[in-house]
């Protein structure tokens, strides 16, 4: 029986662009924002003036306080936002350059996306 040549169908993959940290990294930030609370609570802090209070929360979102703590949390753990303790009460805001660092982890991907 006679052998065909294999017939290239797809174009080679292109290189990874990623270190396994910087997966890693990103991993954890979509984690922290696949959900929509979380997204809500982002979008608040992102249109807030100053950092915002655990407690105005509560009502803006409709769920209970525990719930409220702990998806400020993993945003949190995601180095996405910063709290400050006031005397009860805990303040969130946007950690500096969280937004860029999630945009610089996508960065390459990006461009290789708009050089196809």
Do not use: W
């Not at 910087?22 to 950092?51: H, S």
């Not at 180095?79 to 805001?93: A, D, H, P, Q």
């Amino acid at each position: 029986m006679k052998s065909l040549p294999l017939i290239e169908c797809c174009a080679p993959l292109a290189r990874e662009t990623l270190s396994e940290n910087e997966v890693d990294e990103l991993e954890r930030l979509f984690r922290a924002v696949a959900d929509r609370q979380r997204i809500r609570i982002l979008n608040l802090l992102l249109t807030a003036p100053d950092a915002v209070c655990v407690c105005e929360f509560v009502p803006r979102l409709g769920l209970a306080q525990p719930t409220v703590s702990y998806h400020l949390k993993q945003l949190t753990d995601a180095g996405l936002l910063l709290k400050e303790r006031r005397s009860y009460y805990t303040y969130y805001r946007i950690a500096p350059r969280a937004l860029e660092r999630l945009g610089r982890v996508l960065a390459p991907t990006a461009a290789l996306a708009e050089a196809v």
